[in-house]
């Protein structure tokens, strides 16, 4: 596995990241044990850089990874872990990295990520920024950024002097990204405020490439559109793995099957041919994501989708014929396969 040190940071990450999320709760529900052993698998097969997040509640998944690494011998510099929380502030922030210290059990971090950072938010959540500073400066985490679906975040993190990363979503469609905030059905429900312009590949391109430029390590997301882009694995993996401004690039896998096909795509051996099988995947509403703005339901002729409790949308498989088109409209990306 091809490792990078990204724009001027100190940090050598793999060519390709494993995001964690894929095994929690909310998608494959693997025990911590079995997650564990799946993680400990993919760094076996070169995959030395981990994502996960404060809400992702994966923690002691994680933690017994790395000691199952350890027992095997994996140094603690040899595996590059990041995390991100939603905290907007100094106090909810700081205490987000201490959490992230004490349930890992690790004495830092190597990257903290503000998680989802929307169209202008930057400035009101600048009391977390703040408070990861101050946890980079006292050596709990090694490097800083942000994460997020938006171009004009993305841009804006290039003239952000202190960051280290950005960590951006981008895939050969251009699905889940987009620009301003130009008030989106969510903006009506407290504490959301989802953009209603979807933006475009091109965009978030450019913002990456400033970012490069200004010596930003960059991170990509969503290279296979949460699954929706998994019938055109090889192609959506070549535009993520070309981009010569992307350092690495975070996929979700839940089984040993992927791992290896990832590994083999990267080293070469995958047939031109190479379909995955995806017969076994079901489109799910990730209960986390959904904001409840009914966007999926208007796309969806056939029906099958419809508010269950809480108000958070979910789908009848008996009436879904996998269209795809719910999960275009979906402003957050919550419409998943899994
Ligand atoms: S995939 Fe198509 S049919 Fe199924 S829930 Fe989404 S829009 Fe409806
Ligand atoms: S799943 Fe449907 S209701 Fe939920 S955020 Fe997405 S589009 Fe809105």
Redesign the pocket.
Known sequence: MQKIKPGNTTITVSRAGFGVLALGQTHKALSNEEGAELLLYGLRRGIEFFDTAQYYEEYPLIRKFLEKAQAERYKREDIVICSKSLASDYEGMMDAVNEALRELELEYIDIFFMHEVRSDQFKERIGAWKALKEAKASGKVRAIGLSTHHSDVAMEAASIEDLDFIFALLNIEGLGIRTGEDGGPGEKLPGYRISDRAGTREEMEAALKACRDAGKGVLTMKALGGGNLAASYREALDYAFSRPFVDSVMLGMSSETEIDQLIDYLEGRLPSDFSPDISDKK?KVNQEDCVGCGE?MK????G??YYGSYGLAE?DLN?????????YACPTRA?IRV
């Open positions: 489109l999926c796309a969806c002729a056939s099958a989708i789908i009436k879904c014929i996998d269209c795809g088109y719910c999960a419409i």
